[in-house]
């Protein structure tokens, strides 16, 4: 097996933002439905020049963000009791539709965010804003109300933990391995399709069950499926360590023929989260 010293990132972005602008998810060309842009802003908002100032109401965050995009924008609603200020939880921008400028720009926010934690030596965490693009008939605050209710941790597990920050795409990619899709899938609707750019870099899509379940019942996790999530920072170290000793074969492909992260790359990447210490070395 040979090995290349480097990889060209800038090369990988461009390849990547060539390929999924030239082939998003076929559901989101069918008409019937409202276009969402979800942002987690976090660490950073993707077009606010600044952070805005706290102890804003959900209206004022609103009227604020829909002034630089032009285009509505929804907060959502953080668990209660969270020690956390509103602008720092995720919103929903309405597009246009598929071919709305935003689309395009934000797709490539996410490959760039993507392709630059593939750097597994980073110093700091790399920012995903870019939550996914989302498809609905119901309206926009009915979106948004739903949304809300999946931040709330629900788990068996005692813990002090009341976020589930799905804003953040990783998080969404590893829910879904835990819980498995169809256990995330039966409280999605509202929401019809949840679209977004996983750990390669490729076109991921949670379609809601045809007939959703009440919506109390969302995802609970148990005592062990929250301990797997509670790894998630190492799990999506290990993630990124593995594609990028992948991009330094001489013989890799192009990231973007790569396709979804599967469950094995997964259930690979949390079991050698789980045997690691904090300081990232092995057990003994």
């Not at 993707?46 to 604020?64: K, N, T």
Request: aromatic share 8%.
């Amino acid at each position: 097996m040979e090995y290349a010293t480097v990889w060209d990132a800038d090369a990988c972005i461009d390849d990547l933002i060539t390929a999924r602008l030239t082939d998003p998810p076929a559901a989101v060309r069918q008409p019937g439905a409202g276009l969402y842009l979800l942002i987690d802003p976090f660490l950073g908002d993707p077009v606010l020049p600044e952070a805005l100032q706290e102890g804003l109401s959900a209206d004022a965050l609103d009227a604020e963000r829909s002034k630089v995009w032009q285009r509505p924008t929804l907060a959502l609603s953080l668990p209660e009791g969270l020690s956390m200020d509103k602008s720092l939880a995720p919103y929903l921008v309405a597009l246009t539709g598929v071919d709305d400028p935003w689309m395009d720009s934000s797709v490539q926010w996410a490959i760039q965010e993507t392709v630059q934690t593939w750097h597994d030596d980073l110093p700091s965490p790399v920012a995903h804003r870019v939550g996914g693009w989302l498809q609905s008939a119901a309206q926009a605050p009915a979106v948004a109300a739903h949304l809300s209710q999946w931040l709330r941790l629900r788990t068996h597990q005692p813990t002090t933990a009341r976020y589930l920050r799905l804003a953040d795409r990783r998080v969404l990619g590893l829910a879904r391995h835990v819980l498995g899709e169809g256990t995330l899938a039966a409280s999605l609707a509202p929401i019809q399709h949840w679209h977004w750019l996983d750990a390669h870099g490729a076109w991921t899509t949670m379609s809601a069950h045809l007939r959703p379940q009440p919506a109390s019942q969302f995802p609970v996790f148990d005592a062990q499926q929250w301990a797997l999530m509670a790894h998630g920072p190492n799990v999506h170290h290990q993630m990124a360590r593995r594609i990028a000793q992948r991009l330094t074969r001489s013989d890799c492909p192009a990231p973007s023929s790569w396709p979804p992260v599967d469950a094995a790359q997964w259930q690979a990447a949390v079991l050698a989260s789980q045997a690691m210490t904090p300081d990232r070395r092995p057990q003994p």
